[in-house]
T-cell receptor
Framework: DAGVIQSPRHEVTEMGQEVTLRCKPISGHNSLFWYRQTMMRGLELLIYFNNNVPIDDSGMPEDRFSAKMPNASFSTLKIQPSEPRDSAVYFC?????????????FGQGTRLTVV | AQSVTQPDIHITVSEGASLELRCNYSYGATPYLFWYVQSPGQGLQLLLKYFSGDTLVQGIKGFEAEFKRSQSSFNLRKPSVHWSDAAEYFCAVGANTGFQKLVFGTGTRLLVSP
């Protein structure tokens, strides 16, 4: 398996523009997680899905952020409108069943820069 | 809710020397505990995990970690560090009930000197 695939790897956008980050989880995994990594706040869980259903979105910073998982093989994280403080590395991860002891496999991340 | 503390932001170790990275957690029950490593520009890779049984856990790349309930700790160790071990290391805790919600520490950056 190719692992968790994220695109794009790098994104530079102007403030106010819409940004869409994409993730393809490992085939057969039914849980998907979006994390944000910054120097100031470290790794933060934004949202996680189980069987394509959002289970906990309490980490989503504000209404400008939204995430969808239309099917088992694809998820998006959208920021609209983007702001400079959204600059960070966004990671997608998937796991086999989402239960506590299950390993999460991470993608290589999308580095977002909002200017 | 669970939380993780990694008290050391940076650690420098000479190649060949031993390593111990500290991790303390807070959780009301027996947690699931993980150590991940992140190389520059890469995602996180699992080194090892603990959720029951033997409190000394062996992982990949020669790493091990010991769960100490009395100290709420899960420190990562390696007897002899290699230059390729230079990376950032994250401790994480997950709840042992319901769906996984990993909470990560702030990470420890390991530098390896010649």
């Amino acid at each position: 398996d190719a692992g968790v695939i994220q695109s794009p790897r790098h994104e530079v956008t102007e403030m106010g523009q819409e940004v869409t980050l994409r993730c393809k989880p490992i085939s057969g995994h039914n849980s998907l997680f979006w994390y944000r990594q910054t120097m100031m706040r470290g790794l933060e869980l934004l949202i996680y899905f189980n069987n394509n259903v959002p289970i906990d979105d309490s980490g989503m910073p504000e209404d400008r952020f939204s995430a969808k998982m239309p099917n088992a093989s694809f998820s998006t994280l959208k920021i609209q409108p983007s702001e400079p403080r959204d600059s960070a590395v966004y990671f997608c991860a998937s796991s086999l069943d989402g239960r506590g002891g299950t390993e999460a496999f991470f993608g290589q991340g999308t580095r977002l820069t909002v200017v | 809710a669970q939380s993780v503390t990694q008290p050391d932001i940076h650690i420098t170790v000479s190649e060949g020397a031993s390593l111990e990275l500290r991790c303390n957690y807070s959780y009301g029950a027996t947690p699931y505990l993980f150590w991940y490593v992140q190389s520059p520009g890469q995602g996180l890779q699992l080194l090892l995990k603990y959720f029951s049984g033997d409190t000394l856990v062996q992982g990949i790349k020669g790493f091990e970690a010991e769960f100490k309930r009395s100290q709420s700790s899960f420190n990562l160790r390696k007897p002899s560090v290699h230059w390729s071990d230079a990376a950032e290391y994250f401790c994480a805790v997950g709840a042992n009930t319901g769906f996984q919600k990993l909470v990560f520490g702030t990470g420890t950056r390991l530098l390896v000197s010649p």
